[in-house]
């Protein structure tokens, strides 16, 4: 008895963390009567989780914010009204915007893990500067 318990002790020991995988919307208008935002705007996720965009309404698409991504990471770039999953295996900050919909604000950012850095806001166009700085702020950087 004894051994079956230091054995199922250790499997679960051993066992690794099950990845989840998180859903955002792409969306014209939300609940609250925002326009054209992503829902969630923000997220924190755990390394080795995935998320997955859902071309909820038509004319959106998901990108990564380049020059404001954690070194070593290549990014993506979804077509419009196109589903993108993307797994994300390192701590960071991983900004992401709408192309055609970026002045508007449609910005947002996952949180994988607990960061060394927090990047500096970007290269953004009309209100997508300001909406980042609110999500870092709410990050806690």
């Keep these: 008895m004894r051994f079956t318990a230091t054995l199922v002790a250790a499997m679960t020991l051993a066992a690794p963390a099950i990845a989840e995988t998180y859903e955002i919307e792409m969306l014209s208008r939300d609940a609250e009567g925002n ?20 071309a909820t309404e038509k004319s959106h698409n998901t990108e990564t914010v380049d020059d404001m991504l954690p070194e070593g990471f290549d990014g993506w770039k979804g ?47 009309g209100k997508a500067g300001p909406m980042m700085k609110e999500l870092l702020a709410r990050a806690g950087s």
């Excluded at 326009?35 to 997955?52: N, R, W």
């Excluded at 002045?103 to 060394?116: C, F, Q, R, S």
């Design 35 to 54: 326009m054209m935002v992503f829902a969630p705007a923000y997220l924190e996720i755990s390394p080795g989780d995935s998320v997955t965009f859902l």
């Design 79 to 125: 077509k419009r009204d196109e589903e993108v999953t993307v797994t994300f295996d390192a701590p960071g900050y991983y900004p992401y915007k709408c192309k055609p919909h970026e002045a508007m604000g449609m910005i947002g950012l996952i949180k994988v893990g607990e960061p060394e850095s927090t990047p500096e806001i970007g290269k953004l166009r």
